[in-house]
């Protein structure tokens, strides 16, 4: 999976995150999928393709809390990336 540069003024946005606390550390595909607002297939393709980062617990598959801010946060780097061309 290619790292996007994430751009340092999204990166100090996410920082100020810092102090907040999840309501959870690890969310189900479902819950994953409420927080992003997507579909639960678009999430599980996500995983799929190593876009979004899971892990596999006692047979089933969670997401991180950090897995889905950074993958926000690459989404908006490559957001901003492709304004910039």
Avoid: C, N, W
Avoid at 27 to 51: C, D, H, I, N, P
Avoid at 56 to 65: A, H
């Amino acid at each position: 999976m290619e790292r996007v540069k994430i751009p340092i003024e999204v990166q100090e946005k996410f920082a100020q995150l810092d102090h907040i606390q999840p309501e959870k550390l690890l969310y189900t595909v479902e819950g994953a999928a409420q927080k992003l607002s997507l579909g639960r297939t678009f999430v599980y393709e996500l995983m799929m393709r190593e876009k979004l980062f899971s892990i596999k617990l006692g047979g089933r598959r969670l997401i991180p809390y950090f897995a889905l801010v950074d993958f926000v946060a690459e989404q908006v780097a490559r957001s901003k990336e492709g304004r910039d061309e």
